[in-house]
């Protein structure tokens, strides 16, 4: 049952509590402890003062334009499975015959890990692989086609890897909402766009929210497919390409630290932008419609 | 649905979905097909399909990187982190559940916190104190880096799944004298059975397929299959790539088969929705 914090204060200790005691523990020896270790450490530099790591990363050139081309990458690629998982989910929401069928289909990517996509594209981009002779075949295009070890790449790797695990928590979400809802909006003259834009989207709002933060940091900590599939030296040298070069090719574990810590910082930015515009989109309770 | 009836712009936005979404089943598809064929070529060099075929290149592979002994290794480590996160996520789940209490909101907020930060940035940190602890390159390093994102993950699955078994069970088992222990163990256990396969399978699938922290701690004896993998690839051009192949698919057929055992058992739209029914209010 669940007890009001003044009512625990005066009751006895609650053994109960003991039970989430080792969760804490080990999340704050492994978590928390290396990532305060880390930050003491980023402004413990080789040499020179307390912030040179910081302003060595912000004046080399080869480091703070980094954080763009993470952003360039993770932003679009973000938006693209969010924005597509949207409708398709939507539209899944009611069970019929082939629901389960096209969710097995959409969620199988899962399993294929960034680096067999890596591998495929490879090979079916690749100057000679099956999308260019068949281009080729229907004289639709002759030209070689330039989607492996560039911005492309990384970004079609990206949605691949992205998009049915978004898919699959909007899916989530949207059968999570009670359809009597639309059906009381449908019965007071609402159309099916109305039932959409008043009902679901609304009440989808939060869940979009987190979906889109969950999605966002697995594209924005990129680094096997910007290695393998993009141009590594250049367009597509992301920040944790950066960080991992200082730490075990540098072996300047502070600076490295450094690196990581602003990659951190920018994504608790974006976290806090999505989920401040959620606060302008919609306030109130999420779960309608029980009572 | 009575929607039916819609107009042109309906028609054209269904069709567009249809569309995209078969263009993007069929581009992974051949994507896969590729790498499958690839591995069974003997020669394949800008033609459509190979010269001849062969299974050589499974055994070769095999052999190059020692495939035998990485899937071992990742099975010991998928294994542990799926028994240790349920060992300690799901009392964790339990108190989170049931309690209300003072410094629940930063506890949450602890355990969401690693889901919601990249793995290279607590990454790097972690490897360079289990390096100090003399654990990174081991076994129980990786185990211990990959337990970091599975345990919230667990946590965060088994809550709401928790929170819909009925209260008076446990109240109950109590009134018949039963120990928090034998409480737990034959009352909850059985009724959440459901909820811990789902939440194990779904940790076993992340777990394989987790690069990042493993990359950073593992050493040459500790690597799982994926970071094999990426390594078997970074280094191409010394090898034939039809290794490289015959590793990816021995890689996605692991995946696929526990994939598929996962969804015998859990509906996706059902495991997650029950997530919406309680959603945390953190």
């Known amino acids: 049952m669940p007890a009001s914090a003044d009512t625990l204060a005066r009751t006895p200790f609650d053994r109960s509590l003991l039970l989430v005691v080792p969760a804490a523990a080990f999340m704050l020896l492994l978590f928390v402890y290396p990532f305060l270790y880390g930050l003491a450490l980023s402004f413990n530099p080789k040499e020179g003062g307390a912030l040179a790591n910081y302003s060595h990363f912000f004046t080399t050139d080869n480091l703070w334009p980094t ?5 360039k990458l993770a932003l679009p690629a973000t938006l ?86 978004a898919f699959l928590l909007i899916l989530s979400y949207v059968t999570g909402i009670d359809p009597v809802l639309a059906r009381a909006a449908a019965t007071l003259g609402a159309d099916p766009k109305a039932q959409f834009r008043h009902i679901y989207l609304p009440l989808l709002a939060p869940g979009l929210a987190m979906c889109f933060c969950l999605a966002f940091v697995q594209a924005f900590s990129v680094f096997p497919s910007a290695v393998l599939l993009g141009s590594p030296a ?58 | 649905m009575s929607a039916a009836t819609g107009n042109w712009f309906d028609r054209a936005w269904r069709g567009l979905l249809l569309g995209l979404m078969t263009l ?51 099975v010991e480590v998928v294994m542990a982190v799926v028994f240790l996160s349920l060992l300690i996520g799901v009392p964790a789940a339990y108190t989170l559940a049931r309690r209300d209490f003072r410094g629940k909101r930063a506890l949450l907020l602890l355990f969401l916190l690693p889901l919601m930060v990249p793995p290279i940035t607590y990454g790097i940190p972690l490897a360079t104190v289990l390096y100090q602890a003399h654990l990174a390159g081991t076994i129980w390093g990786v185990i211990l880096a990959n337990l970091i994102p599975a345990a919230p993950f667990v946590i965060l699955v088994m809550t709401p799944f928790i929170e819909q078994i009925d ?34 399978l779904l940790v076993l699938v992340r777990t394989i397929a987790l690069f990042e922290l ?21 280094a191409a051009g010394v090898r034939a790539p039809q290794s490289v192949d015959a590793m990816a698919m021995v890689y996605m057929s692991v995946t696929l088969v526990f994939l598929l055992i996962a969804l015998r058992f859990v509906n996706p739209t059902q495991l997650v929705s029950r997530v919406k029914e309680h959603p945390q209010h953190a």
Do not use: C
């Open chain 2, 167 to 200: 209260v008076n069970l446990e109240s109950a088992a109590r009134v018949f004298g039963a120990s928090t222990a034998r409480m737990f163990w034959h009352v909850l256990v059985p009724l959440l059975a459901p909820g811990i396969l789902a939440a194990s």
């Open chain 1, 80 to 165: 693209i499975n969010v924005a597509f998982a949207l409708p398709i989910a939507y539209k899944m929401r009611v069970k019929t015959r082939y629901q389960r069928w096209v969710t097995m289909i959409l969620v199988v990517p899962i399993t294929l890990g960034t680096v067999l996509i890596a591998e495929g594209m490879l090979l079916y981009f690749g100057p000679r692989g099956w999308l260019s002779q068949t281009l080729q075949f229907l004289h639709l295009y002759e030209g070689p086609i330039r989607l492996t070890h560039n911005y492309w790449g990384v970004l079609i790797s990206l949605v691949i890897s992205g998009f049915p695990f």
């Open chain 2, 24 to 74: 993007f089943v069929i581009n992974i598809g051949l994507i896969i097909a590729a790498v499958a064929v690839s591995s069974f070529a003997k020669r394949w060099l800008g033609t459509w399909l190979p010269d001849g075929w062969t299974t050589a290149f499974y055994t070769a592979s095999w052999n190059e990187f020692q495939l035998g002994d990485v899937l071992w290794v990742t």
């Open chain 2, 214 to 234: 493993t990359f950073l701690t593992a050493g040459p004896d500790s690597q799982t299959l994926v970071v094999a993998l990426y390594y078997a690839v970074f």
């Open chain 1, 67 to 71: 954080i763009w081309i993470t952003l």
């Open chain 1, 234 to 291: 250049g367009p597509t040298r992301v920040i944790s390409i950066a960080a991992y070069e200082a730490a075990f090719e540098q072996y300047d574990y502070s600076l490295a630290s450094a690196i990581a810590m602003i990659m951190g910082f920018v994504q608790l930015i974006i976290v806090a932008a999505v989920l401040s515009l959620r606060n302008v989109f919609y306030r109130g309770p999420v779960s309608g419609g029980k009572g």
